[in-house]
């Protein structure tokens, strides 16, 4: 006899559980309308997702990649910033540990010109360093030199060689990549580890993530959805090349499945992966951002939720935990720059009538 539900999902793939043929029916037309709609900025070429209820489970998929193959439940895809959570739960596994004070400054734990204005770990966690994003023409002139060589591994300290925004005083928010860069770095230099291995031994294996790629340290395993990027050239085994890949390893580089992002919401928000206590900082505050996740309040038809966005140019992603509902879904886009968030809205609206 086969589990289905939350608690299966931790045992057993979130593909194995059989679902009632009227259920699967409904939400396999939502995703098939998103490919219909996808001239909107609300629909895509291709789609996947994957739903965890504590009665069951179901992930489907629908359309195509940007070369044509059709997409399968279980095909990968770059989920951009959904990286943050994994980078987030490791600090918070190092808080646990005592290794880390989430109070002291970050430069207590990484030289750079990023950190010299006395922010602190917690700051860079919830986007409030003073440490600005990338501006346009620094990812102009990352373009540049990416097209010339994209199959080129990248530091993080050549990636932040990139930013040159003036670095403001802490305590206003302002969504920053470079952040999870210096965070990055935190968890090599408090390990003396590459941050892709903390990551598989600390949290995805724990977990059971077999179709977690940390890139640029790990292809994503087939399927993977195969990108049409102006940078990037041919094909090299990565989403979307290793240049992008690498440069943005700690802030956007994982690759997965949908039922492997549905699968790490469920084991880290609801405390199979920290102490419910780090849980509780990560997911706290009013405003819309907390320690590495995204604060969607009511956003969402079923209610209060969190968790993260993923955008790139080439996939869009939505991770969202309901906890009133313990309810989580994951949806990716094998299209960049599309309104995700419109995308989830609709999907959610098939799916509420379902939530019994």
């Known amino acids: 006899m086969r589990l289905c539900g939350l608690v299966a999902i931790l045992l057993v793939a979130v593909t194995g559980c059989t679902n009632a043929p009227d259920r699967a029916a409904v939400l396999q037309a939502a995703l098939d309308k998103i490919v219909a709609d996808q001239a909107l900025e609300s629909g895509a070429r291709g789609v996947t997702a994957s739903v965890i209820t504590d009665q069951w489970t179901w992930s489907g998929a629908a359309g195509k990649d940007a070369v044509g193959t059709p997409l399968q439940p279980t095909t990968a895809m770059g989920v951009a910033s959904i990286t943050k959570t994994f980078v987030a739960a490791e600090v918070m596994l190092l808080v646990k540990a005592g290794k880390v004070d989430l109070d002291a400054p970050i430069s207590t734990y990484v030289k750079n010109k990023l950190t010299a204005n006395g922010a602190t770990v917690r700051q860079h966690l919830s986007m409030t360093s003073g440490v600005p994003d990338y501006l346009g023409d620094d990812y102009a002139r990352l373009d540049t030199v990416i097209k010339a060589a994209p199959t080129k591994h990248w530091t993080p300290e050549q990636a932040l060689g990139y930013a040159t925004a003036p670095v403001g005083p802490p305590?206003?928010?302002?969504?920053?990549?470079?952040?999870?860069?210096?965070?990055?770095?935190?968890?090599?230099?408090?390990?003396?580890?590459?941050?892709?291995?903390?990551?598989?031994?600390?949290?995805?294996?724990?977990?059971?993530?077999?179709?977690?790629?940390?890139?640029?340290?790990?292809?994503?395993?087939?399927?993977?959805?195969?990108?049409?990027?102006?940078?990037?050239?041919?094909?090299?085994?990565?989403?979307?090349?290793?240049?992008?890949?690498?440069?943005?390893?700690?802030?956007?580089?994982?690759?997965?499945?949908?039922?492997?992002?549905?699968?790490?919401?469920?084991?880290?928000?609801?405390?199979?992966?920290?102490?419910?206590?780090?849980?509780?900082?990560?997911?706290?505050?009013?405003?819309?951002?907390?320690?590495?996740?995204?604060?969607?309040?009511?956003?969402?038809?079923?209610?209060?939720?969190?968790?993260?966005?993923?955008?790139?140019?080439?996939?869009?992603?939505?991770?969202?935990?309901?906890?009133?509902?313990?309810?989580?879904?994951?949806?990716?886009?094998?299209?960049?720059?599309?309104?995700?968030?419109?995308?989830?809205?609709?999907?959610?609206?098939?799916?509420?009538?379902?939530?019994?």
Not at 341 to 354: G, K, S, V
């Open 171 to 356: 305590g206003t928010f302002n969504y920053s990549n470079p952040s999870y860069v210096l965070l990055g770095l935190l968890i090599e230099n408090v390990t003396g580890q590459p941050l892709a291995t903390v990551l598989r031994r600390d949290l995805a294996a724990p977990a059971g993530l077999q179709h977690a790629a940390f890139q640029d340290a790990e292809k994503p395993q087939p399927p993977a959805a195969q990108d049409i990027n102006p940078v990037c050239g041919p094909p090299d085994g990565y989403l979307p090349c290793r240049a992008i890949a690498s440069l943005s390893a700690a802030n956007a580089g994982l690759a997965a499945d949908a039922p492997t992002i549905a699968r790490w919401g469920a084991q880290l928000y609801f405390g199979h992966v920290l102490p419910p206590g780090l849980v509780a900082q990560m997911i706290a505050g009013d405003g819309r951002y907390g320690l590495g996740t995204m604060l969607f309040s009511r956003q969402f038809p079923p209610g209060l939720s969190y968790g993260h966005r993923g955008e790139s140019s080439d996939h869009n992603s939505l991770l969202l935990v309901f906890p009133d509902r313990h309810l989580v879904v994951a949806l990716l886009l094998a299209e960049g720059n599309k309104r995700v968030d419109d995308t989830m809205a609709n999907f959610l609206t098939a799916l509420q009538p379902l939530l019994t």
